[in-house]
């Protein structure tokens, strides 16, 4: 008998009307012989909301009360969908994280799941029972209620279907699947019918919606197959597997864009061995992810100057660690946030040529000015003036054949 993980997203569960309507799509599934455990986001909105009361007391929120109260969205839309099968003749029941349970590394608003106790639901699921199970959350071996992070629904559910080995773990969204590039920009982004593993992972850290990184990133190393598709159609999704499993015709499979990124360039630093490491030493320790690095050509062979960008809600903290940071010397320091990434992704691109060359040509006939650049093998991405997000990226949906 076929066992699935269904998650469903905030928007999916975001009214009675549509939690009764996941409802439907449970029993259909349970009915062609499919046993069905189901991961659940709060309602959409509902996490945001918790958010905004908890900075009423404090923006300093204790963090152990912090998970304790944003935990609480998923426990409404579990006992709702479970009283909606109940409803409906399903047997269900609603799985809270200290009933299974989700053991995480504890660490509070960022844990990672280490493992779940099987034997209970395995048990509900050949007695003919739905289990319905919170995503986001879990519990550490401390008894405390730890969250899993914004996004942190997807990982569950991929967590689900590894340690309860699933034939399959299907993303259930308010879309129809993975996309070219953000459909609600781009009115002629298509559907990608098949993604590999690496390039959703490249797209989903790049700034697509649609699924948590994190969440791919275990899903490759397991390798279980992902389907992401609409809960308000039966169109097929988009299935992310392993490449091999894919013929590749274009060199580009999307355009993704964020921006959550802020560039930072210390001037006048002294260019000697070890500085570099010096800068970011202190941001490593402080978990603060520096993507892009530049360093200029030493002109004077004495100082040079050294751009990277990070996290835009980083940025002071980021500073704040440099001008305390007794090990380097430089001049000044300047941040500018009006800046987005945009990338193109595409295992395709591995064995065609002139790919950089048509970015940025195309960039260029758009008057477009590139501020910093990042590659890897499948992924080409540039730092730009946060005005000119849109028209690069319909520039390079339509030169890249994806319109």
Same mark, same amino acid.
């Given at each position: 008998?076929?066992?699935?993980? &269904?998650? =469903? ?61 944003i935990s609480s969205g998923e426990q409404v839309t579990c006992a709702l969908l479970s009283g909606a099968l109940i409803k409906l003749n399903i047997k269900a ?16 608003? $960022? ?67 993975? =996309? ?16 590999? /593993? ?23 190393? /397991? ?8 809960? +308000? ?14 013929? /590749? ?30 800068? =970011? ?40 660690? &440099? ?12 941040? $500018? ?62 030169? +890249?054949?994806?319109?």
């Open positions: 008998m076929t066992k699935k993980v &269904l998650k =469903f997203g905030g928007t999916s569960v975001g009214t009675v009307e549509r939690i009764q309507h996941v409802a439907k799509i449970i029993k259909k599934e349970q009915s062609s012989g499919t046993k069905v455990i189901a991961v659940l986001s709060a309602m959409a909105g509902k996490t945001d909301e918790l958010i905004k009361l908890s900075n009423e007391i404090s923006v300093e929120f204790n963090k152990r009360e912090f998970d304790v109260l029941k609603s799985w809270m994280n200290w009933q299974i349970p989700i053991l995480t590394d504890g660490e509070h608003a $960022n844990s990672r799941i280490i493992n779940m106790n099987v034997e209970k639901i395995d048990k509900y699921l050949e007695e003919g029972g739905v289990a319905i199970i919170p995503g986001f959350q879990g519990i550490s071996k401390n008894g405390d209620i730890t969250s899993i992070g914004r996004g942190g629904s997807d990982a569950t559910a991929v967590a689900v279907a590894k340690i309860f080995k699933a034939d399959a773990c299907e993303i259930y969204t308010d879309v129809d699947g993975v =996309f070219s590039t953000d459909p609600n920009k781009i009115p002629v982004a298509k559907k990608i019918d098949k993604i590999s /593993y690496d390039e959703m992972l490249e797209l989903s850290s790049l700034g697509a919606k649609v699924m948590q990184s994190s969440a791919v990133q275990t899903a490759m190393m /397991y390798d279980i197959p992902l389907e992401v598709r609409s809960t +308000f159609t039966e169109r097929k999704g988009t299935k992310i597997f392993s490449q091999e499993n894919i013929d /590749y015709t274009k060199s580009v499979t999307g355009v993704a864009y964020s921006k959550d990124d802020a560039k930072v360039t210390i001037i006048g630093v002294e260019d000697k061995p070890g500085v570099a490491a010096n800068i =970011f030493e202190p941001l490593s320790k402080a978990h603060i992810n520096v993507d892009m690095v530049i360093q200029n050509i030493s002109s004077d062979q004495k100082t040079t100057d050294i751009t990277f960008t990070v996290k835009r809600d980083e940025v002071s903290k980021t500073e704040i660690l &440099l001008e305390y940071n007794s090990t380097i010397k430089y001049k000044e320091i300047i941040q $500018n946030k009006k800046v987005s990434k945009v990338s193109i992704v595409g295992a395709g691109m591995v064995s065609t040529p002139g790919v950089t060359y048509r970015m940025f040509r195309a960039l260029s006939d758009e008057g477009i000015n590139i501020l910093a650049i990042s590659t890897s093998e499948i992924k080409l991405s540039v730092i730009i003036d946060e005005d000119n997000t849109l028209k690069a990226v319909k520039k390079l949906h339509t030169v +890249f054949d994806l319109d």
